[in-house]
């Protein structure tokens, strides 16, 4: 757990668990969800939980208040840092981001308002995104003097393209829902009554399988994306060859030849 938080007192951030689901929500709905530093810590802490807790499969992420995902930082305390400040900031955001991004287990961001900003590049840090019909997406950093610093920069352009995306990121502007499922961005455009039993079932059709193989196969693709496809290949081979020594290929494939529904235990 985070040494600066933990989820008895989390305040800017809900999370909760059901069976095998954590829900996050940011939870500051009167500045439409602000991230400041006092929430990415909370964030921090909330997954850091759900990747120890070995009863939790997956997460969904989503913002209260039902106008914001996550409308980006907190401008007050933006204008006061210095440069130095600002660099622990970013490293701050990045290491959420990436807490996220490799967190092991399936993410899905419900993207049910504004993802700007921050909101955007935590969004983009998980696994799938779905958003409702008014979702607004965008990184409106150059408006304010600054770049991206969640993650922006590097995440944007390889979910829709170096040109998509320093359009978005130059012009500072916004898309809606539906540009940003046709560039790539989201997943899905789903109505918003439902929403989270839209990433509700995805979770559920995923924990129908393997683990340790969608723990792999989500590091093989985080990882493969940072090689060329040569040093891809090989990083599939090896997690391919690590999932074949685990007793959950012994089930699926008994269970697939004996015409009956595996049970995967993790192992």
Aim: hydrophobic share 45%; charged share 20%.
């Amino acid at each position: 757990m985070s040494s600066t938080a933990t989820t008895a007192t989390l305040e800017n951030v809900l999370y909760e668990k059901k069976g095998a689901i954590a829900y996050v929500s940011v939870n500051r709905p009167k500045v439409l969800n602000a991230l400041n530093a006092k929430t990415l810590r909370e964030l921090r802490a909330a997954f850091e939980d759900a990747r120890q807790d070995e009863a939790v499969r997956g997460v969904i992420l989503t913002g209260a208040g039902g106008k914001s995902f996550v409308a980006g930082a907190d401008i007050g305390e933006l204008a006061k840092v210095t440069a130095v400040e600002a660099s622990e900031m970013t490293s701050n955001g990045q290491a959420v981001t990436s807490l996220i991004e490799t967190l092991g287990k399936p993410v899905i961001a419900a993207v049910n308002g504004f993802a700007l900003g921050g909101g955007c590049e935590l969004a983009m840090a998980c696994s799938i995104r779905l958003a409702t019909d008014s979702a607004k997406f965008g990184q409106p950093e150059v408006k304010l003097g600054v770049i991206p610093g969640y993650g922006g920069t590097q995440r944007l352009p390889r979910l829709v393209g170096r040109g998509r995306a320093l359009q978005l990121i130059l012009s500072g502007g916004m898309i809606d829902a539906a540009e940003a499922y046709r560039i790539g961005l989201v997943n899905e455009v789903v109505p918003a009554d439902g929403l989270i039993a839209r990433a509700e079932a995805i979770l559920q059709q995923i924990f129908g399988n393997a683990p340790l193989a969608v723990k792999f196969a989500i590091e093989a693709v985080d990882r493969g994306l940072e090689a060329s496809q040569t040093e891809g290949l090989v990083i599939e081979s090896s997690f391919f060859a690590i999932c074949a020594a685990t007793d959950d290929k012994k089930e699926g494939t008994s269970a697939f030849l004996e015409k009956r529904a595996p049970k995967f235990a993790g192992r």
